[in-house]
């Protein structure tokens, strides 16, 4: 049960890091989606979903590895 609560908890930020690359994709290839007024503002959307997305999944692998030990010394706390 505990690794499908961790396996849904890590789906959300994937799927919002996936809707962020296809929206700054859209963006690039002058494809405006409907709630974005311009391309300008769903590129910035999309790269902080992106961001915000990567950036989760790789805090979460940083915690989980510092917890069994696997990280180099100047990733330890």
Known sequence: ?????AFIILLIPGIMAAYGIKLMRDSIF???LEPYPVLW???SLGLLFTVLGIGFFAGFLLNR???KGN???RFQK
């Open 41 to 43: 503002l769903q590129f």
């Open 30 to 32: 002058n494809k405006l």
């Open 1 to 5: 049960m505990g690794r499908l609560i």
């Open 71 to 73: 990280v180099s010394k």
């Open 65 to 67: 590895d510092r917890k």
